[in-house]
């Protein structure tokens, strides 16, 4: 969609099922003014619109750096379960030394710095799995860490937990420090986030996992459950609470004074009453085997979370106004599974998500400390059998 001579607005349904289209790649950065045609990445992004759009699709960009990651990861977990590590001790490993990867590529930690401490003690096994120790110690708490000689936020969560248990940081050999690195070197923003629910895959027989659901489900196929249970309902929803904002604007445009100013609180209210729906609802999936339709959920509603609060600032909302400092869509979208070994992962995995969009939209320096925060979503208890008189979508 373009306002001839002043700017483009993208907008992508890559499904192609019909749905909503939806501010691409995000509701922040939809928007492109004359001068950023100056920039070589928005004129690339313009002639792949019209020559190859599927390559524009984030699904598909995912997905291939998904699959070379987790063929690589399925490798070394297969070989340190071989060099007597117990399974869940392997996933619980990955899962950290996954989550430094990510948080290095998004500047969470020093840009390379968990790369460099695996390339820098690739020869003495020991000493790395002491470093990787202090690290993750360090960002449980927050402050300097001498494995990276630099300060590192505090992270916080369950997943840094109980550093002296066993298997909190595995002896490695070196062939499998050479497979961690490889794997440290992918760009993991653009990893999809369920990857981490397929870590504990290895451990169990495949009748375990079939009974547990521990599958990855591809994103395509999640969306085909996804968008027309939770999404299209709140988009329409959300299509009337817009319409009878911008109503309500229009009629401010034509009072003055107090009057005007009273019809434009009504306006704001109504989306901030939608806002409010998004942020307290709560998603129930019974199997959570990888995580994947809990992360892709979340995703979605950021997306709509994020065109909300554009609508709000161009109703003369900004951010330090919005009100909305302390109410936000976040990981906090309920998931049950029966096998309690393997909630890191997931929990994991939903806060990638989660600090993949945010960085994305808004930067790293918008990251409040502690990082992640434990909401207890993940729950160890039969899903159906133990239902509580609680409404969940």
Known sequence: ?????????????????????????????????????????????????????????????SASTTRAVAAQLADLAKSLEQSGHHAHHVAAFLTRSLFSMFAEDVELLPKGSFLKLLQDHETNPPALQGMLRALWMDMDQGGFS???SAPVLRFNGKL??????????????????????????????EVEPAIFGTLPERAPSPTERHALGAHYTPRAYVERLVLPTMVEPLRAGWANVQAAAVLLASEAAELTGKAAEEKMLEARAELKKFHHQLCT??????????????????????????????????????????????????????GHRAERTRRGSRRAGLWIGYLQWHTRTRGNKAVAEPVVHDYGNIECRDAVLAWADTDLA
């Open 160 to 189: 840094f937990k109980e550093p002296t248990k066993d298997g909190y940081s595995l002896l490695l050999n070196t062939q499998q420090i050479a497979q961690l690195t490889r794997a440290a070197q992918a760009n993991w923003l």
């Open 1 to 61: 969609m373009a306002d001839i001579g002043h700017v483009i607005e993208l907008y992508s349904e890559f499904t192609r099922s019909g749905a909503t289209y939806v501010p691409f790649p995000d509701p922040r950065s939809h928007r492109i003014a004359l001068s950023d045609l100056a920039k070589p990445e928005i004129r690339k992004r313009l002639k792949l619109i019209w020559t190859d759009p599927l390559a524009l699709d984030p699904s598909r960009v």
């Open 281 to 334: 609802l709560r998603v129930l999936d019974p199997a959570c085997g990888s995580g994947n339709f809990l992360y892709v959920t979340l995703e979605h509603l950021k997306r709509l979370e994020g065109e909300v609060i554009n609508q709000l600032e161009a109703f003369g909302e900004t951010q330090s106004t919005l009100g909305l400092e302390g109410e936000t869509v976040t990981p906090a979208t309920a």
């Open 146 to 148: 001498a494995a990276l």
